[in-house]
Nanobody, 120 residues
Framework: VQLVESGGGMVQPGGSLRLSCAAS????????MSWVRQAPGKGPEWVSG???????YYADSVKGRFTISRDNAKTTLYLQMNNLKPEDTALYYC???????????????WGQGTQVTVSS
Protein backbone atom coordinates (compact mmCIF):
# COMPACT_ATOMS: atom_id res chain seq x y z
CA VAL A 1 0.00 0.00 0.00
CA GLN A 2 1.29 3.43 -0.91
CA LEU A 3 -0.27 6.85 -0.40
CA VAL A 4 1.49 9.89 -1.85
CA GLU A 5 0.21 13.40 -1.15
CA SER A 6 0.93 16.47 -3.24
CA GLY A 7 -0.36 19.98 -3.75
CA GLY A 8 0.66 21.68 -0.55
CA GLY A 9 2.32 25.06 -0.43
CA MET A 10 2.16 28.56 0.96
CA VAL A 11 -0.88 30.70 0.35
CA GLN A 12 -2.28 33.96 1.69
CA PRO A 13 -5.40 34.00 3.89
CA GLY A 14 -8.48 33.65 1.73
CA GLY A 15 -6.61 31.68 -0.88
CA SER A 16 -7.14 28.15 -2.16
CA LEU A 17 -5.20 24.95 -2.57
CA ARG A 18 -6.05 21.51 -3.90
CA LEU A 19 -4.39 18.53 -2.30
CA SER A 20 -4.10 15.17 -4.05
CA CYS A 21 -3.34 11.73 -2.70
CA ALA A 22 -2.32 9.05 -5.20
CA ALA A 23 -3.13 5.59 -3.87
CA SER A 24 -1.76 2.23 -4.99
CA UNK A 25 -1.41 -1.33 -3.80
CA UNK A 26 -5.00 -1.95 -2.77
CA UNK A 27 -8.55 -1.83 -4.14
CA UNK A 28 -9.05 1.91 -3.70
CA UNK A 29 -12.80 1.94 -4.33
CA UNK A 30 -13.39 -0.52 -1.48
CA UNK A 31 -12.09 1.76 1.24
CA UNK A 32 -13.15 4.95 2.89
CA MET A 33 -10.38 7.53 2.90
CA SER A 34 -9.69 10.51 5.11
CA TRP A 35 -7.58 13.61 5.48
CA VAL A 36 -5.92 14.31 8.81
CA ARG A 37 -3.80 17.35 9.67
CA GLN A 38 -1.27 18.14 12.34
CA ALA A 39 -0.33 21.67 13.24
CA PRO A 40 3.00 22.46 14.89
CA GLY A 41 2.92 21.52 18.57
CA LYS A 42 -0.54 19.97 18.36
CA GLY A 43 -1.97 16.50 18.00
CA PRO A 44 -3.52 15.12 14.81
CA GLU A 45 -6.92 16.47 13.83
CA TRP A 46 -9.36 14.62 11.59
CA VAL A 47 -10.40 16.95 8.76
CA SER A 48 -12.63 15.07 6.34
CA GLY A 49 -13.59 11.61 5.14
CA UNK A 50 -15.24 10.00 2.17
CA UNK A 51 -16.68 6.52 1.79
CA UNK A 52 -16.01 4.27 -1.16
CA UNK A 53 -19.43 5.23 -2.50
CA UNK A 54 -18.77 8.95 -2.17
CA UNK A 55 -20.53 9.99 1.05
CA UNK A 56 -18.59 12.85 2.62
CA TYR A 57 -17.97 14.07 6.16
CA TYR A 58 -16.26 17.17 7.51
CA ALA A 59 -14.94 18.55 10.75
CA ASP A 60 -16.87 21.62 11.88
CA SER A 61 -13.72 23.71 11.51
CA VAL A 62 -13.59 23.19 7.75
CA LYS A 63 -17.23 22.65 6.83
CA GLY A 64 -18.27 24.96 4.01
CA ARG A 65 -14.68 25.71 3.02
CA PHE A 66 -13.16 22.32 2.19
CA THR A 67 -14.44 19.70 -0.25
CA ILE A 68 -13.26 16.11 -0.28
CA SER A 69 -13.64 13.99 -3.40
CA ARG A 70 -12.26 10.89 -5.00
CA ASP A 71 -11.70 9.49 -8.46
CA ASN A 72 -11.83 5.72 -8.12
CA ALA A 73 -10.72 5.21 -11.72
CA LYS A 74 -7.57 7.23 -11.05
CA THR A 75 -7.24 5.89 -7.47
CA THR A 76 -6.79 9.43 -6.26
CA LEU A 77 -8.20 11.32 -3.29
CA TYR A 78 -8.57 15.10 -3.32
CA LEU A 79 -9.11 17.92 -0.86
CA GLN A 80 -10.14 21.28 -2.28
CA MET A 81 -9.46 23.95 0.30
CA ASN A 82 -10.98 27.39 -0.14
CA ASN A 83 -10.99 30.52 2.03
CA LEU A 84 -7.93 29.28 3.85
CA LYS A 85 -7.15 30.69 7.28
CA PRO A 86 -3.87 30.87 9.22
CA GLU A 87 -5.25 28.21 11.59
CA ASP A 88 -5.38 25.78 8.65
CA THR A 89 -1.57 25.73 8.63
CA ALA A 90 -0.53 22.12 9.17
CA LEU A 91 0.96 19.00 7.68
CA TYR A 92 -1.88 17.29 5.83
CA TYR A 93 -1.98 13.51 5.58
CA CYS A 94 -4.23 11.21 3.63
CA UNK A 95 -5.00 7.91 5.27
CA UNK A 96 -6.86 4.71 4.55
CA UNK A 97 -9.83 4.25 6.87
CA UNK A 98 -10.01 0.61 7.88
CA UNK A 99 -13.21 1.11 9.85
CA UNK A 100 -12.15 3.93 12.16
CA UNK A 101 -14.51 6.57 10.82
CA UNK A 102 -13.37 9.84 12.35
CA UNK A 103 -10.99 8.05 14.74
CA UNK A 104 -7.69 8.61 13.01
CA UNK A 105 -5.89 6.27 15.39
CA UNK A 106 -7.66 3.39 13.66
CA UNK A 107 -6.36 4.24 10.19
CA UNK A 108 -3.98 1.60 8.90
CA UNK A 109 -1.99 3.35 6.17
CA TRP A 110 -0.82 6.95 5.95
CA GLY A 111 0.99 9.07 3.40
CA GLN A 112 4.06 11.11 4.18
CA GLY A 113 2.14 14.37 4.37
CA THR A 114 2.15 17.64 2.46
CA GLN A 115 2.70 21.00 4.15
CA VAL A 116 0.08 23.74 3.93
CA THR A 117 1.07 27.17 5.21
CA VAL A 118 -1.41 30.04 5.30
CA SER A 119 0.29 33.35 5.98
CA SER A 120 0.29 36.93 4.81
Amino acid sequence: VQLVESGGGMVQPGGSLRLSCAASGFTFSSYAMSWVRQAPGKGPEWVSGITGGGSTYYADSVKGRFTISRDNAKTTLYLQMNNLKPEDTALYYCARDNGGGTSWAEYDYWGQGTQVTVSS
